[in-house]
């Protein structure tokens, strides 16, 4: 068993949140619990980044709508503060995005989320928010023989559209860019961008109590009466809505909806003491993010204070999907995770791990987000199926959901994305055990 050093993470939830508590002076109390019945124009459940943009944008367009978000802990307790940081494009998904909408608009959705990957950043300097935003770049590499090449259908559907986001490197660069001879071949999207996830939330947080959005943390939703309006219920109280937005990630699965549209995934993640002489070392010294091309894939990426944060996908899915505090404290996979990441930079092996963490993923059958009206109804709206890659759809969520809410007739509102939920999981406990089978032989391979 690998030594994963002393663990230093107190929150329950990693390092992003630790530090992104310290830099609030130690932590900011939470907004209070809601008590009594209130009502509400639109109340958002779920305080992290789908739920924190979408009542911005909401204000930004209505400033005199009453906007409520409950949050069943604290803003960006959940995956919006656990995550890596990768603020990625969504040409790796161009192919999905083709069978869902035809070429013209996966190019379109493409194109607006790498737009988004700069806005996100100019957006945190307008409003203060220091997010660590470093748009360094990200490295799609090979890290053994089987995997050279597996970006080549995605680089050539770009091409074939005229886009051209990634740029081929030789191995020497791909080497030199890792920071490890272990990285043998990768291409390189010059857009993309880490950042410090909870930071974000945190700072958005912030800007939606500036705009006058009301929050209520420690505010599990108990339950959602379909009546009209539709009411969220709370141990404390409820909220009456003329619009209920579900910005819930993995918890959604607690609603009958979507208990067979979306499953739950665990990632896993630690990080180093801080090293900054040793990054400096091996010629990483910038913010690009890497991921290599297994399919359960390993990801890493330098931090500001000289940390590297990695992570790896280990494709757990979680029993009938309710991930509840299961994803508090440190990653019971830690070992696994430390070891795939020492196989990648044996120079860095002294290091000491000083964090780990884990967090669930809202995985979608097409691997998509989705913006659905529950029952074709115009005042429940939910938002959910990030499937993993959510920093950048989150901000675009915000304006989608938002047009929603509106009823807004825009490019936002039309978008291909606001669709019923893809597909099917099958039932327990058959997703479950089918879901064991696959994972095995994704591991053996």
Request: one cysteine or more; aromatic letters at 6%.
């Amino acid at each position: 068993m690998t030594d994963v050093g002393e663990q230093t993470a107190n929150s329950g939830r990693g390092l992003w949140l630790d530090q992104a508590l310290r830099a609030e002076g130690g932590g900011v109390a939470s907004a209070p619990a809601l008590q009594g019945t209130v009502s509400a124009d639109v109340c958002i459940v779920g305080g992290g980044y789908t739920g924190l943009w979408t009542a911005i944008r909401l204000k930004e367009r209505a400033p005199s709508l009453k906007v409520l978000i409950v949050e069943q802990d604290q803003c960006g307790f959940g995956a919006s503060g656990r995550n890596a940081g990768f603020a990625l494009s969504w040409w790796s998904k161009l192919g999905s995005l083709q069978k869902l909408c035809g070429t013209d608009d996966a190019v379109s959705l493409a194109r607006q989320t790498e737009a988004a990957i700069g806005e996100i950043g100019e957006y945190c300097r307008t409003n203060r928010i220091d997010a660590d935003f470093r748009q360094d770049g990200w490295l799609w590499a090979a890290t053994c023989p089987v995997q050279v090449g597996a970006w080549d259908p995605v680089v050539e559907a770009a091409a074939s559209v005229g886009a051209r986001p990634y740029e081929r490197l030789d191995p020497d660069e791909v080497a030199r860019l890792a920071g490890s001879p272990t990285h043998i071949d990768g291409v390189l999207d010059r857009s993309g961008a880490t950042i410090q996830p909870a930071l974000l939330a945190r700072g958005l947080r912030r800007v939606a109590l500036e705009q006058g959005v009301v929050i209520h943390e420690r505010s599990p939703m108990l339950g959602l009466e379909r009546s009209s309006p539709p009411v969220v219920r709370t141990a404390g109280g409820q909220v009456r809505a003329q619009c209920v937005i579900l910005a819930m990630n993995a918890w959604a699965t607690s609603l009958r909806e979507f208990a067979r549209k979306i499953i739950t995934v665990g990632s896993d993640m630690a990080a180093l003491k801080p090293c900054p002489d040793r990054l400096t070392e091996i010629g990483w010294t910038n913010g690009l993010g890497i991921t290599d091309s297994y399919m359960l894939l390993n990801y890493h990426r330098p931090t500001l204070d000289g940390r590297i944060a990695f992570g790896k996908s280990l494709g757990k899915v979680v029993f009938r999907g309710r991930p509840g505090t299961k994803y508090n404290g440190p990653s019971p996979n830690a070992d696994r995770v430390v070891n795939s990441f020492r196989a990648l930079y044996p120079s860095l092996a002294d290091i000491p791990i000083t964090d780990s963490w884990h967090g669930p993923v809202d995985r979608s059958a097409d691997g998509l987000p989705f913006f659905e009206r529950l029952g074709g109804r115009r005042d429940i709206i939910a938002g959910l199926g990030f499937s993993g890659n959510g920093v950048v759809p989150c901000y675009l969520a915000g304006r989608i959901l938002a047009s929603l809410a509106l009823e807004a007739d825009d490019e936002w509102s039309r978008s291909p994305l606001v669709r019923s939920a893809p597909g099917g999981y099958p039932p327990e406990p058959v997703r479950y055990l089918g879901s064991l089978m696959v994972r095995r032989a994704a591991v053996h391979k």
